[in-house]
């Protein structure tokens, strides 16, 4: 079957960093995506990984293993809008997108 | 990036009613829609994928008796739920992938209340 594990819940303090990790077993591969999604509105697009390394988008970053299947979100400089449930989904062979049930990281002062 | 308006965003309605919900792309063809589901706490629940002038493929589970997927344009899908219950209250939320894309873009989302 199909599989994404990332944690339930982190916390971590205002200004701090935090690494958010997504480990994925899928038929396939074809890009791993992470959203943010405050409650009660839509996720939003964070970052997209097809090749193994580490993407770098102002204070996030993500990072991609495929022969581990295992990503990572990095969070720098954490702030309160930040407080939020981020999202691990993998496209699969078939151009599904295969969603893990999500972080829930509550931002402490 | 592309856009895609979702409508309506919330909308309270009676037990045994319809409700439709309306998902546009705006500045791209949505050639693939997608319909999800999430209760509070939990994530994305997809409830049915739509190909434009296509059937719809539901999940397993879902009754596509009761939620009702038009995609006829390319710029436009409806899901209607049919004789709505409160079990049906949820936030539905649709996404919208172009010819060759792989990312999709998703709608704002619509809370339904079934009262």
């Known amino acids: 079957g199909q599989n994404i594990d990332q944690p339930t819940e982190m916390t971590a303090t205002e200004g701090a960093i935090v690494q958010i990790n997504c480990t994925y077993q899928t038929s396939g591969f074809n890009g791993l995506f992470w959203y943010q999604q405050h409650a009660g509105e839509a996720p939003t697009f964070l970052s997209y990984n097809v090749l193994d390394g580490l993407e770098e988008k102002g204070r996030f970053s993500s990072f991609l293993s495929r022969s581990k299947g295992y990503s990572y979100l990095l969070l720098k400089e954490l702030q309160m809008k930040d407080s939020a449930s981020y999202l691990c989904a993998v496209i699969d062979s078939n151009y599904q997108l295969i969603w893990g049930a999500g972080t829930k990281l509550i931002i402490k002062p | 990036g592309a856009v895609v308006s979702q409508h309506p965003s919330w909308v309270i309605c009676k037990s045994g009613t319809s409700v439709k919900i309306e998902c546009r792309s705006l500045d791209f063809q949505a050639t693939t829609m997608f319909w999800y589901r999430q209760f509070p706490k939990q994530s994305l629940m997809l409830m049915a994928t739509s190909n434009e002038g296509s059937k719809a493929t539901y999940e397993q589970g879902v009754e596509k008796d009761k939620f009702l997927i038009n995609h006829a344009s390319l710029t436009l899908s409806t899901l209607t739920v049919t004789s709505a219950h409160p079990e049906d209250s949820s936030f539905y939320i649709c996404?919208?992938?172009?010819?060759?894309?792989?990312?999709?873009?998703f709608g704002q989302g619509t809370r339904l209340t079934v009262v």
């Open positions: 996404s919208a992938r172009g010819t060759g894309d792989i990312e999709a873009f």
